[in-house]
């Protein structure tokens, strides 16, 4: 499975930002595709997960209500819409396929995604 996460940028505080991540390869319908997110001198963290199908998606509840996830009707690009960016949204997002096997309880879980894409920077200037 390979990703490729796009989408990033600098935005003042308030503005908006739509994450893409396209992936290709092996996958399946049950596979969960994920944002996660980084910032410098943290650990990463969790921000959204959804699965290919559409069925199932879950936003952090720190950022429920400003984010949302999505895919496109061919379920090989997923969307993360970020709106009324704050500068602690400042981060290196990533995006990230798990095997197809995990239960949706352990969806937030960094450990059960496999495959990674390699970041898109977001900065949010005050």
């Known amino acids: 499975v390979q990703l490729q996460a796009s989408g990033g940028g600098l935005v003042q505080a308030g503005g908006s930002l739509r994450l893409s991540c396209a992936a290709s390869?092996?996958?399946?319908?049950?596979?969960?595709i994920a944002w996660f997110r980084q910032a410098p001198g943290k650990e990463r963290e969790f921000v959204a997960t959804?699965?290919?199908?559409?069925?199932?998606?879950y936003v952090s509840d720190s950022m429920k209500g400003r984010f949302t996830i999505s895919r496109d009707n061919t379920q090989n690009t997923v969307y993360l819409l970020m709106n009324n960016l704050k500068p602690e949204d400042t981060a290196i997002y990533y995006c990230?396929?798990?095997?197809?096997?995990?239960?949706?309880?352990?969806?937030?879980?960094?450990?059960?995604?496999?495959?990674w894409g390699q970041g898109t920077q977001v900065t949010v200037s005050s």
């Open positions: 390869g092996r996958t399946t319908s049950r596979h969960l």
């Open positions: 959804m699965r290919r199908s559409g069925g199932s998606t």
């Open positions: 990230a396929a798990d095997s197809g096997t995990t239960i949706w309880s352990e969806a937030t879980k960094s450990t059960r995604y496999n495959y």
